[in-house]
């Protein structure tokens, strides 16, 4: 057993995205006790910096001690009781997850289905809620599985006017495009740290509105879950008046998500939610002059997560094998039913770059170039340039 | 908002222990996604290390990727259904804990209490589990909130003899003491990466059982917890076959446990387990120079978790604010009926070394001297020395 030493990669799948040297060096940093007065002090910064970033300043804000996954676990289980009807709307692997989770709740589960690479439906979600008193309503703002952006003011609004909590699931919209928890009226958000925010992933930010917190405080058994118990977790996390032991925080991945948040806010919410447009805008002109094309249509496609179809007659495997060994360049596969029909290229965070945009064309230009396809590479790169300068 | 520095300090606390400049190296290697073929190498080396370390050659061992007590709610999880029978031995803050889990987990939970700081009377537990066909027994080894530990082969051969599965919770006790799932014939057994493996905390090593396994694939309903599902979780980290998506897998924190191992098996099992075992030798004779006591009886101590009761008309929490203000030095408090009680200073790791022995010892005296005790700290030191040098 030896040593691990990674090999280079340029992450442009659906996450993880690259990691800043600054980021990966803050991980470095010794490791303190989590019960320490600075680290309590990092603890508070974070909760701050959530609330800011995720527009919840009302909102009880922390990262929880797991991936992405578990704040879609927190929140299910800790808003969902037996026999509580939950209505999830499914547009792909995420919200069928959510669904799966709800049952395991012993929730009563309605789920509402869209075709996979659309936005999920605000009419057939009234509908749905109008048809029985429902507790929660669940949904993924973006989709990692195919790139589809929900509108996630219209589906809150509906859940509220139907006496639903609402749970929105923004791993990959957190820090790409704007997430808003208060304006949207959401009541549990949730993110990973491996995509927008560009930390290693490991971390789920998570933010509950005070009326999910007083859901949570009425339940009539515990939540299932006790790493995610809510309850617990605030006791933890809370500050107020001393806090209770719950687990040990993950100090040096905590470390991580500080120093992403730092950056982040050094560029400025808005300027990166700019850049990220504006790297999604040269990368799918690329796209466009090479001749492919994308899942989702403009109006609904996420700028940090691009499902780009892979033509006819063209092995899908084999070109993520190319660029992979090739150009050191990572990007997704497709999913479930999207299997072997689609690439998922991400544009998160420090992988949202010129330099990115230019490397993942070249790459695919080179890959499709080895597969006997014609593509005028040049073109391809000055497609992508002239949004650049623009 | 700014970048975090951490201040110096010694961790001799229950955990987490001091970090390696070689593991925090480790976790700053740049982050590769978690489906590359080069992690997978990984996942594979780190299973194929926790094995050996944990003596379950012929067990499924993984990683989860949240703190240690989601082994614990991984364990209690997946081998209880609704309905089942569960003894759970308590004998400290963390056998609560698993009462409290095997309840969300709809169990029927019966538990058997020991006074803290005893280890768990193996004839009580006998007694319980042949009132009722049980489905799980579960304990743990190394109480990390006393310092007691448990006869982990009795306690499984009970189960065993009377038709239990065995969980063991070993968080504080892999890598410190002997841990041998096989020798025990254990069927759950989990643990921490930051006690004796001295990684950053947010790891949680697991090795199910072949009979631990047929139970799990024998179950009525899905477990409650997705992020835990076993099930789930052996399709992502198998390796037959390919993987299935599951979570993203915590990169860099799996670095720094892989580098911890590569460490661990570098200085040789044994050796570390001697490491440990002098060190506590060395710290013990000290204390007692010291007029210090340990709360456990020497037969059932732990090295590397060692309860010091606080000496009548000491102010314990004004000790350890002043080791932490003037020396750097975190030691932990006492928890539950032990708050007030108990200094818990751990030997764990990167922190069972001479120096941490002496530097403990030093500022303890200083301590004791600043609230106008007498103490002879010359002669704490020789006490220890000579423990040392032998």
Same mark, same amino acid.
């Given at each position: 057993m030896q040593s691990f030493q990674p090999p280079r990669r340029i992450l442009m799948g659906p996450g993880p995205s690259d990691v800043s040297p600054r980021v990966l060096s803050a991980l470095a940093r010794p490791t303190i006790g989590h019960l320490d007065p600075e680290f309590q002090a990092l603890m508070e910064d974070i909760k701050a910096a959530l609330q800011r970033l995720m527009g919840a300043p009302d909102y009880a804000c922390i990262p929880l001690p %797991? =991936? +992405?996954t578990a704040g879609m676990e927190a929140a299910i289980m800790n808003l969902l009781e037996p026999g509580d009807r939950a209505v999830i709307a499914i547009n792909g692997v995420f919200g069928g997850r959510m669904a799966d989770m709800a049952g395991r709740a012993g929730a009563e589960v309605v789920t509402v289905e869209d075709e996979w690479g659309k936005p999920v439906d605000p009419a057939r979600v009234e509908e749905s809620l109008k048809q029985a008193p429902t507790k929660v309503l669940a949904f993924v703002h973006a989709e990692t599985s195919t790139g589809a952006r929900s509108d996630a003011a219209a589906l809150c609004r509906i859940a509220r006017e139907n006496g639903a909590l609402s749970i929105v699931d923004c791993v990959t919209s957190l820090g790409g495009i704007p997430v808003d928890a208060a304006a949207w009226d959401a009541d549990v958000i949730y993110s990973g740290s491996?995509?927008?925010? *560009? %930390? =290693?992933? +490991?971390l789920a930010p998570i933010a509950l509105s005070k009326r999910a917190q007083l859901a949570i405080a009425a339940r009539k058994e515990k939540p299932r879950n006790w790493l995610c118990d809510f309850g617990l977790l605030m006791s933890y996390w809370g500050g107020e008046g001393g806090r209770s032991y719950h687990h040990t925080a993950p100090i040096n991945a905590l470390y991580g998500l500080h120093e992403s948040l730092v950056m982040l806010f050094e560029e400025g919410q808005q300027a990166v939610f700019v850049r990220h447009a504006r790297m999604h805008e040269a990368l799918a002109a690329g796209l466009e002059a090479a001749g492919l094309s994308l899942l989702v249509a403009p109006e609904h496609r996420l700028p940090q997560l691009n499902a780009v179809v892979a033509p006819d007659g063209v092995d899908e495997a084999a070109v993520r094998d190319h660029v992979l060994k090739a150009w050191d360049l990572e990007i997704g596969a497709g999913l479930g039913p999207m299997k072997g029909k689609v690439w998922r290229i991400g544009l998160m965070g %420090? *992988? %949202?770059t010129p330099w990115h945009v230019r490397l993942c064309l070249t790459a695919l230009c080179d890959a499709l170039a080895a597969q006997g396809r014609k593509v005028d590479s040049a073109a391809v790169l000055a497609a992508a340039e002239a949004k650049l300068a623009a």
């Open positions: %797991a =991936p +992405g491996q995509k927008c925010l *560009s %930390a =290693p992933p +490991g %420090a *992988s %949202a």
